[in-house]
């Protein structure tokens, strides 16, 4: 009912679908996600999932402009492998560690602050690459307001570096090129804007618009002029946040720690987050028992784009999951609770699916009553004839359903079907695509080929008597 309301189509075209796919559905009932997908292009739509805790998302209430405040930017820096990510991190931590503060930034926790000698802050998020990067945007977290792309300047333009300049752009993030290594005797800076300016990233000092910085991570050479660079661009998106109200923002990592339990760092991304202030993230919650900075210090408080350590949490949310702090330990229980269930509901549905071996183990130790089954073959008479014979194997305990069965090649849909529905694949005189092959590989979908019906008739029994010898 609910995917007919949304494709505006009447409910009964929609069990119709799903009943020439072979799954018998009441109006009411809920769509497993492939079946979804299957039905939903059908009628000519694209599906996208959302996760569980955005489904079951918090809306807070919007922030009257008056209480807005400017807020530090947060910064990724992304590029390709070796080209100097972790050392420019490593020297923005070790150079500006506010006055006074002896010992700098003991701990890794996947965030820091620093602040620069005219007082200004920059957050930077620590994350290894633009994996994280897509990852947290993939489960809807927009963390990052500016994005540092390094490029070797002694290397080249690598794809990883394409790749991290179109996730920044899909994003809408902000570019600043920091050209690295400009120490080294074969550096060519010009060379890299050269390349940048061939794929359309023109920067400044050729006449374009993007900010670009020579620097040496290793030497501490431009570090300050590329931040400068970085806060101008974040000027110019007016970055604020209300810090007096209750916290909320994303989780940036989090980990079992064998003396304090669960730790979660959190990046606020509005209010400020408070020692004993109850915390839901993603599936999880707790009251926080205690909050760090990066220089392992306890802090009682963290406002917004400040990352802090924190403990007290029941389990360790996904880095791009979402926090809320909450009113009740009750509430945020119930919700736990319930982002907890769909999210199971969605694992199910992707978990690795049985293999006629599996089938005939679980048969054999007596946990099976139904055996799911989809026949594509060559010609319409053997379709017909190998579904009665496979039917026909059902006995008192177990239940053989053919759920689909049709002319054709295996196709890719064929394979989600049967993904989606426990089933294994029995082809006749037909083969899979190439595209059904790769999907049934990725989702551990079992495609059998025969070309002699007994044969087939034959597996699937010995499979059903729990006697399947493994296929080799
Ligand atoms: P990542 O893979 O992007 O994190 O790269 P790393 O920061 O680990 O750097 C890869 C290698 O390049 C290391 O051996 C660094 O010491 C070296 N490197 C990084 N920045 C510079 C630099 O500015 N100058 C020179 N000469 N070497 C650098």
Redesign the pocket.
């Known amino acids: 009912n609910d995917l007919a309301n949304m494709m505006d189509v009447p409910v009964t075209s929609v069990i119709a679908t799903c009943m020439n796919l072979g799954v018998m559905v009441a109006i009411n009932q809920r769509l497993d996600a492939e079946t979804i997908n299957i039905v939903a292009d059908e009628f000519g739509f694209k599906t996208k999932f959302v996760s569980a805790d955005v489904i079951e998302a918090i809306t807070e209430e919007e922030d009257d402009p008056s209480d807005l405040q400017p807020r530090p930017p947060i910064v990724t820096v992304m ?10 991190l ?1 020297s923005i931590r070790n150079t500006n560690v506010i006055e006074g503060e002896a010992g700098g930034i003991t701990q890794h926790i996947g965030a820091y602050n620093v602040k620069l000698p005219d007082g200004r802050k920059i957050t930077f998020l620590d994350t290894p690459g633009h994996e994280a990067f897509t990852a947290m945007r993939a489960r809807g977290a927009k963390m990052t307001d500016v994005a540092i792309i ?1 490029v ?1 300047a002694d290397d080249n333009v690598m794809p990883q570096t394409i790749e991290a300049i179109n996730h920044a752009g899909a994003a809408g993030v902000p570019i600043v090129f920091a050209i ?5 005797p074969g550096a060519n800076p010009e060379k890299i804007k050269e390349r940048l300016a061939e794929m359309n990233y023109l920067v400044e000092d050729w006449g374009g618009k993007y900010q670009s910085q020579e ?5 501490g050479i431009g570090i300050n002029e590329l931040l400068e660079k970085v806060l101008l661009e974040a000027d110019l998106l007016d970055l604020k946040a209300n810090p007096n109200r209750k916290a909320s923002g994303s989780i940036v990592e989090s980990s079992l720690d064998k003396g304090r339990g669960y730790v979660a760092t959190v990046m606020v991304q509005n209010g400020t987050l408070r020692q004993g202030d109850v915390l839901l993230a993603g599936t999880y919650y707790g009251r926080v028992k205690a909050m760090f900075n990066e220089r392992n210090q306890k802090i009682t408080e963290a406002g917004p784009s400040e990352p802090a350590l924190v403990l007290g949490l029941n389990g360790a949310p996904q880095a791009g999951d979402t926090f809320n702090v909450m009113d009740s330990d009750q509430e945020a229980r119930n919700i736990a609770a319930r982002r907890e269930q769909l999210q199971r509901e969605q694992s199910l549905r992707t978990q690795k699916m049985l293999t006629l071996d599996d089938i005939g183990r679980r048969i054999a130790i007596g946990n099976f009553q139904q055996l799911n089954i989809i026949v594509k073959g060559d010609v319409d008479g053997s379709v017909e004839a190998l579904s009665d014979s496979l039917i026909r194997l059902s006995t008192e305990e177990i239940q053989v359903n053919v759920i689909h069965k049709a002319v054709g090649q295996i196709s890719e849909s064929d394979v989600t079907l049967a993904a989606a529905s426990d089933a294994v694949i029995i082809g006749f005189q037909v083969r899979p695509s190439l595209g059904a092959r790769r999907e049934a590989e990725k989702q551990g979908v079992d495609i059998r080929l025969y070309s002699i019906i007994y044969d087939a008739i034959e597996e699937v029994k010995a499979a059903m008597e729990g006697m399947l010898s493994p296929e080799i």
Not at 180 to 184: A, H, L, R, S, V
């Open positions: 590029g390709h492998v070796d080209h100097g990510k972790t050392s420019l490593d390094i070797a690295n290594k400009i120490d080294k620097i040496s991570a290793k030497k």
